[in-house]
């Protein structure tokens, strides 16, 4: 465990002073915070009585969403606001894709990984400790943006119903559960990618495909052909799941001494 | 001091990570303080320290960071004091939390061999130590390096400069995919050179060549302008009978010196017989 702390500590020692990262780190996730806070408050303000909005732009399929009582003005306000969702969904990516291909990038040229190999760390040591180190600032700032998100909700006027459905399932568990699984899928394609390319760069854009299936919920939801509630999250991380599994035995495969010192360009 | 010397692609480097267990053998064994190869590979990277062909450092964290992490890693009891002493030693205490990479080549490589150190290995292993440093950030590490081999430390250097070599080592392996060689670097160049004694004279007479050629255990007797160069077995035995008969013949002896073929010449030869060998196979 000591070696584990120790990696990390070093990841964060190092990679903190990135400013790249540090941008990543603070900005993105403020940003991300503060666009779905200014659209329920300007709907909440444009709609005046939101009870008298129309429904009729909504996919058929959401509005079984809408729980019985709840206006029509509130039902469009949570069916915009869940295509927010997919900002909290990508912020356990993006940061650790940003951190990964840093650290390990970084290592390959700066030739670090050599000494760090040659000491009695153990490979799994080496693995796990380098993807906390990306997995957990990300999943904290996830969740931190999400507590703060919920924090200024009650700020802005957002009518109780909205804020039980943002405070309900659907969010906690894109937030809390598919967060990290994203995180860590994200921390394995950034060593399989890593060890296949020389610039940090190149890394993260590489492994910007992960953002693709949460765009692609984004949109199938816009397009009506799926609704973004509890049964489609479980679903959703039953396939993450399955999905983390290939990819941490990929990293795991790809995370061999002697293929990082003979194989990694 | 274990000096291990070999072209560019002779496999110095792939040596040196298959002795501290960084990769696998394919085939053969080796025995590293006290610990097997293949089956010990955590103890034997616990018991070395290894100076990589590139420092790679942590270039954004400071000195002392850097060694702080590398003492944690070895589960260095006193990682402070361990810190403190080999920063102090090699002179960069004052520069301990200033970037590693605002540190100049030498300051760097001083770094390096200071983290290869801080769990006090009895092995150390040192790759192209002094390669790409100036004169005299060269002749600090040199100076390091002789002082940690007056402590007793074993260390396996790898190096294409062979001055350093002939200066510091006490056996020599030449390597280029297998070893070619391996000797005392006294031994090596008598292997290959045989012993030469040159007698400066005040002026050679022609009649004294064949006085000392008629001596045993002397091979060949060659007059170079007013020296005469003796190729024998032992000048300890021979040199003051040949001294003898030059004093008694009315010769002027200025003085007497043995012929001390340099080490790149022992290489150089070494490297042209192996290819010989191989090309006649």
């Known amino acids: 465990m000591k070696h584990i702390l120790t990696i990390i500590d070093k990841e964060w020692a190092e990679v903190f002073k990135n400013r790249m990262v540090l941008f990543t780190l603070i900005f993105l996730p403020l940003i991300f915070t503060i666009l779905p806070l200014v659209m329920l408050f300007l709907t909440g303000q444009g709609i005046g009585d939101i009870g008298e909005m129309d429904t009729a732009d909504i996919p058929a399929a959401f509005l079984s969403q809408c729980e019985v009582g709840m206006t029509g003005g509130e039902c469009m306000q949570i069916y915009l606001v869940n295509e927010f969702l997919l900002l909290f969904m990508m912020m356990p990516v993006i940061i650790p894709v940003t951190i990964a291909a840093y650290s390990i990038v970084g290592e390959k040229t700066t030739h670090s990984l050599e000494p760090l190999l040659a000491t009695p760390i153990t490979t799994i040591e080496l693995l796990v400790g380098k993807s906390m180190a990306a997995a957990i600032p990300a999943i904290l700032v996830g969740w931190g943006s999400f507590g703060i998100f919920l924090l200024v909700l009650p700020l802005i006027s957002i009518s109780d119903a909205v804020m039980s459905y943002i405070a309900g399932p659907t969010w906690l568990l894109a937030v809390f559960v598919v967060g990290p699984l994203m995180a860590i899928a994200a921390v394995n394609l950034a060593l399989y990618v890593s060890s296949r390319v020389n610039d940090p760069r190149t890394a993260e854009q590489i492994e910007a495909v992960l953002i693709v299936p949460i765009l692609g919920l984004v949109f199938a939801q816009l397009a009506g052909v799926i609704v973004i509630n509890v049964v489609l999250m479980l679903n959703f991380i039953g396939g993450m799941i399955l999905l983390d599994i290939g990819m941490v035995y990929l990293g795991v495969s790809i995370f061999q001494r002697e293929t990082i010192l003979t194989h990694w360009k | ?281």
């Open chain 2, 1 to 281: 001091m274990f000096g291990f010397l070999g072209p560019n692609g002779a496999g110095k480097t792939t040596t040196v990570r298959m002795l501290t267990s960084l990769i696998s053998p394919t085939s053969g064994s080796a025995v590293i303080n006290n610990f097997h190869l293949g089956e010990d590979d955590q103890a034997i990277r616990r018991s070395v320290g290894i100076l990589t062909e590139n420092p790679g450092l942590y270039e954004r964290l400071s000195a002392i960071k850097n060694l702080e992490i590398y003492a944690r890693l070895y589960d260095v009891e006193d990682t402070a004091g361990q810190v403190r002493k080999y920063l102090q030693m090699l002179d960069l205490w004052g520069r301990r939390e200033d970037p590693a990479g605002s540190f100049s080549k030498g300051m760097r490589q001083k770094l390096a061999i200071a983290r290869a150190l801080l769990h006090e290995p009895p092995l150390l292993f040192l790759d192209e130590p002094t390669s790409g440093l100036d004169p005299e950030a060269a002749r600090l590490v040199r100076s390091f390096i002789e002082d940690l081999r007056d402590q007793g430390r074993t260390i396996f250097l790898c190096t294409h400069n062979l001055n350093e070599a002939d200066r510091l080592c006490d056996r020599i392996g030449i390597f280029n995919t297998r070893l070619i060689a391996l000797d005392t670097p006294q031994n090596l160049r008598h292997k290959i050179f045989g012993r030469k004694v040159v007698f400066h004279l005040a002026a050679v007479d022609p009649s004294w060549l064949r006085l000392i050629r008629a001596l045993p255990g002397v091979h060949n007797v060659e007059r170079v302008e007013d020296k005469i160069v003796v190729d024998m077995d032992q000048p300890e035995r021979i040199n003051p009978e040949i001294i003898r008969q030059l004093v008694g013949a009315g010769a002027e002896i200025l003085f007497v010196g043995e012929l001390r073929h340099s080490l790149e010449e022992i290489y150089l030869e070494t490297m042209w017989e192996s290819e010989e060998r191989e090309l006649k196979v």
